[in-house]
């Protein structure tokens, strides 16, 4: 994956972060809880993604 989709991945997780903390201080649970569980999903997969691409750049330059 390049670096726009990474990052454009990283950056929706932390807008769903935003959206969380937001939300919970008004009292909103349940857009909270949505959100924040979002925003764990997507940051979960771009560290997946981020080591999958660190060990591919490492073997092809070896």
């Known amino acids: 994956m390049n670096?726009?989709?990474?990052?454009g991945l990283l950056y929706w997780a932390i807008?769903?972060?935003i959206v969380?903390?937001?939300?919970?201080?008004?009292g909103f649970g349940i857009?909270?809880?949505y959100s924040?569980?979002?925003?764990k999903v997507l940051a979960v997969?771009?560290?997946?993604?981020?080591?999958i691409s660190v060990i591919a750049h490492?073997?092809?330059k070896a």
């Open 31 to 33: 857009i909270s809880g």
């Open 3 to 7: 670096k726009k989709g990474l990052s």
């Open 20 to 26: 969380a903390i937001v939300t919970g201080i008004f």
């Open 15 to 17: 807008i769903f972060l």
């Open 45 to 51: 997969i771009f560290v997946i993604l981020f080591v």
């Open 58 to 60: 490492v073997i092809k």
């Open 36 to 39: 924040f569980t979002i925003a």
